[in-house]
């Protein structure tokens, strides 16, 4: 796969990889930061594809360990005592009049069920609902068996369908 | 409808809601792509960050060599008391006598008798 092919399927792939890597940061500025490092370390030569798995599966495999490297750093910063950068995310474009009391208090009931589930369950869940993965690629993006991927996936949906079922108003 | 579908439903929905709201939002690849790193990601690679850490690397190295030297058992050693060391070193002082009689010198202390050198005579040479 050339230069320029490359670019072309990542392109591709942005929407869904802007979802996993802000599902795998506390912020969206960060999210970007990571997807930015990924991306230039993928065009770069840095990250190689090798064709084992789908690119979407590796790249998210690369997503997810830039995402936690830069946590780890950032927690190295905090201990080292370096200056907090403080940050204010952009606000999400405007969104129409109609969807916005019901749609935001649904995403905001989701955030908050998915705050309460564990990181493996937020992951496994992420992959399969949101991006529409199999189980057998969650575990592979993130490094854990399968038999391991399917116990976080089905605690984690019916921990979060009880969650959204007893927050229903 | 089987309580697993019926969670499949209800999750499935919510990741949906928060995916709509996430493409609607998202930077497109381009602005990613060419973005600048961010303020974190430039202190993260400056010299400042790399000079602590290494400085951390070093205390660490400093500190835990000094706590080995510290705590660690000395070697053992065997000490000789100076009675002994003078014992050895004594001579009777008839030792002069010996010559007369055809015996060389005493014998040293610990040496053994069967040591022709030490305690020989004309007589046995």
């Excluded at chain 2, 070193?89 to 010198?105: E, V």
């Amino acid at each position: 796969m050339d230069h320029a092919d490359l670019a072309r399927e990542l392109e591709a792939l942005h929407p869904h990889s802007f979802g996993w890597a802000k599902a795998c940061c506390d912020r969206r500025e960060e999210a970007e930061d990571v997807l930015h490092d990924v991306y230039v370390k993928v065009l770069n030569g840095e990250a190689r594809f090798d064709g084992r798995s789908t690119l979407k599966t590796w790249l998210f495999g690369v997503i997810r360990r830039t995402a936690f490297a830069r946590r780890r750093r950032d927690r190295l910063h905090a201990l080292l005592g370096a200056r907090e950068v403080t940050r204010i995310d952009r606000p999400a474009a405007a969104s129409s009049p109609v969807d916005d009391a019901i749609d935001v208090d649904r995403r905001a009931r989701a955030r908050r069920a998915l705050n309460m589930l564990s990181a493996r369950q937020r992951e496994v869940l992420h992959l399969v609902f949101y991006q529409d993965l199999t189980v057998e690629d969650a575990a592979l993006i993130m490094s854990i068996s399968t038999g391991s991927a399917r116990t976080h996936y089905h605690r984690g949906k019916t921990r979060m369908a009880e969650l959204l079922s007893g927050d229903r108003p | 409808m089987m309580n697993d579908e019926r969670d499949d439903v209800i999750v499935r929905s919510a990741f949906a809601d928060l995916r709509t709201e996430d493409v609607r939002s998202a930077a497109s690849f381009d602005d990613v792509v060419t973005r600048r790193a961010s303020m974190s990601s430039r202190l993260g690679a400056s010299a400042l960050f790399r000079l602590a850490a290494a400085g951390i690397v070093i205390a660490v190295a400093v500190a835990a060599y000094e706590t080995h030297a510290r705590f660690a058992k000395p070697a053992p050693q065997f000490i000789v008391s100076r009675d002994i060391i003078a014992l050895a070193a004594w001579h009777p002082a008839t030792d002069a006598l010996l010559p007369a009689s055809g015996i060389r010198m005493t014998p040293i202390i610990g040496g053994s008798i069967l040591d022709l050198d030490t305690l020989t005579t004309g007589a046995l040479r």
